[in-house]
């Protein structure tokens, strides 16, 4: 069993690495908007708050963008399989798809938390630090957390597709919503309350600000209700994904 | 002689469409059984029931002694498949498309690299097993998907049109491959495909499905017998008839709706 989730997972490793055209890709976006936001509303940002560096409160932000669009690729990749043939070659073979998901949900989750942790280095040229080595592994915790749930997020929705074709309407309709009400670009507080609604239900929000409290110490609910939130969610996402995965065919 | 593959009463369903009519066939172990019948027949969806992909509506289905539906994973270890399109991984390369084959499958580790090499050879592809697949022609792809699904030691394997698109070089050597497979390891093939003359070749039996039912089974000397004809070709169109079929029963049903659409 584990091997068979080595293999799957270290499938999708090779693709990422040798896709270099993705690597950099996915990179771009998390870099141009933690420039143009930064740069952009950081002078803002500190005077409205009374001198807090936005840098601080963007950062977690930003990876956790390299992290959520990163699983939900990796989880819709599934698709592509399934229009280049390779899906059935796994799905006729003598393995339970509880073991795809796990395998599939892991190659991408892996692959996220990469991308995270190279975002992650990158704010360090920014001036972004980190206070200790606790916080980092609290930190890192949350990211394979987030990065588990949406790579989830990806399979389910995956599963239910036959092509490319709903794809734009997945990314402006949920990615981009959950990105951008989650909280990571800018604080949550005084939002309209129908707004500030959505936030609350939008899964990522919890994780930024699980993220945000484990590395820079700011956090709104609190990192232990965060944890407890984005982990129960995730184990919820697999185990509906690997029901919907029994059922697929080719 | 026993059977090693045995379907009875097999129903599939899509919306109103019914694409298999509740047949039933059995394939004798050791045997080379041809499935022959015209486009949109229903022999792909047969197929994909066989191989666990589709869930038929009704029906039972015995691989090597289990069945099909209810023993999924023994049933799935008892048959290699080479479906009509490509299913390898054009990302990576021959030998790792491979070794992802042999683990999924649980090939023992200490045989997987014999194992591996040597379904290589039998294709010819040892020497370019570092290739991406994404470089390998049509003929080459295929090969590597019939060495492929060698790896687990298939009891039964399955051909959907495997040599579909290939020159005639190309179609003769996989036809070989295939040949010394049933000879040496009395493996069992399961095949379908369009070019009679290479099915009357290599076939010891043959069903005809049209329209989702067999109309016709037997040796290919008993099917020429019972048609009065001279060669498979000609007992196959005059079975079938010679109008011109869609290509299958969801893609018709799609270019209706579409052409709906367009009046």
Known sequence: ?250 | MQNILSVQSLVKKFGDFTAVKNISFNVEAGSIFAFLGPNGAGKSTTIKMLTTVLKPTSGKIIINGFNVLKEQDKARASFGIVFQDSSLDDELTAYENVVYHAVVYKVPKKERTERIQKALEIVGLWNRREDYVKNYSGGMKRRLEIARALVHYPKILFLDEPTVGLDPQTRNSIWDHIKKLNEERNMTIFLTTHYMEEAEAIADQVAVIDHGKIIESGTVEEIKRQTETESLEEAFLKLTGRNIRDDNGTSRKRMMRGMGRMR
């Open chain 1, 1 to 250: 069993m584990i091997e068979v989730i080595y293999a799957l997972c270290l499938r999708q490793l090779k693709h990422y690495w040798r896709s270099k055209a993705r690597l950099t890709g996915t990179l771009g976006q998390p870099m141009l908007f933690l420039i143009a936001f930064g740069f952009g509303f950081g002078p803002m940002y500190s005077k409205v708050s009374g001198g807090a560096n936005y840098i601080d409160f963007l950062a977690p932000g930003i990876v956790t963008m390299g992290i959520l669009f990163t699983a939900v690729f990796s989880g819709l990749e599934v698709i592509w399989d399934r229009q280049f043939g390779f899906l059935k070659e796994t799905l006729v073979a003598p393995i339970s798809r509880t073991e795809i998901m796990i395998g599939k949900t892991f190659g991408g989750a892996t692959i996220a938390i990469i991308q995270g942790l190279i975002i992650l280095g990158l704010t360090y040229i920014l001036g972004f630090r980190i206070p200790s080595i606790t916080s980092l592994v609290i930190g890192l915790i949350f990211m394979f957390l987030i990065a588990i749930f949406f790579t989830g997020i990806g399979l389910t929705i995956a599963s239910q597709m036959k092509d490319m074709q709903g794809f734009q309407m997945i990314l402006n309709f949920l990615i981009m919503p959950i990105f951008f009400l989650s909280g990571a670009l800018f604080p949550l507080k005084n939002l309209p309350p129908a707004i500030y609604f959505i936030s609350r239900i939008d899964p990522l929000t919890y994780g930024v600000d699980g993220l945000r409290g484990a590395i820079t110490g700011i956090s709104t609910f609190g990192v232990s209700s965060d944890l407890a939130l984005i982990g129960s969610l995730s184990v919820i996402i697999c185990l509906i994904g690997a029901v919907l995965f029994s059922r697929m065919e080719a």
